[in-house]
């Protein structure tokens, strides 16, 4: 499942995840599963009918993201894989950013970042005019909506309705096998 949540050059992306690394850190062995939040640059594609045809959007560059991550295998609600990746370098994000703070209170910290979007593109290193005149604004406005989509997507997760493996079934010794190029197998669905 996806949300979007546009403002006028900015916007918060959320959906359900499921990730097995092919190569992971120690102690981050196995699937993990959970909600994945964005903020990216939107855009906005010109017209290809009439005055009044669908507008083409553009979800483009990532900016941060934020991953309410959990081990499969562990408890629910324990939060023990949950990190931010401030940076991005293009479309891949910098390592895993553990923080104490996230993990005790997952959506209270949440709700602090979204608060402060001069500080997420100043930390990003995006220059400020990456957002428009009103998407600090917009941006807090929407938090308590964003917040809430986040805790749906959370508690559908934790109930097996979403944050599952692919529907093809993968059998669990071929999810670090090697692909065709000889890097280890990427296991993951989710829109992002």
Do not use: C
């Amino acid at each position: 499942m996806l949300y979007v949540f546009g403002f006028e050059r900015v916007g918060v992306v959320v959906g359900d995840l499921y990730f097995v690394d092919p190569a992971p850190k120690k102690g981050q062995e196995g699937a993990e599963h959970g909600v994945r939040l964005e903020l990216r640059v939107l855009g906005r594609g010109p017209l290809r009918g009439s005055i009044y045809s669908a507008q083409p959007i553009e979800v483009g560059e990532p900016v941060w993201r934020a991953d309410f991550l959990e081990s499969v295998d562990g408890e629910p609600g324990s939060f023990d894989r949950t990190h931010h990746h401030p940076v991005f370098r293009g479309w891949d994000p910098t390592s895993r950013v553990f923080v104490r703070e996230l993990s005790a209170d997952p959506l209270g910290w949440l709700a602090g970042k979204l608060a402060d979007l001069d500080g997420l593109l100043a930390e990003a290193g995006f220059p400020q005019d990456t957002a428009g005149p009103g998407d600090a604004r917009d941006l807090r406005d929407a938090a308590p909506e964003i917040i809430d989509a986040t805790r749906r997507l959370l508690d559908k997760v934790r109930a097996g309705e979403l944050g599952n493996p692919p529907l093809a079934e993968v059998p669990a010794a071929d999810r670090t096998a090697a692909g065709a190029d000889g890097e280890p197998a990427l296991i993951r669905s989710g829109w992002l």
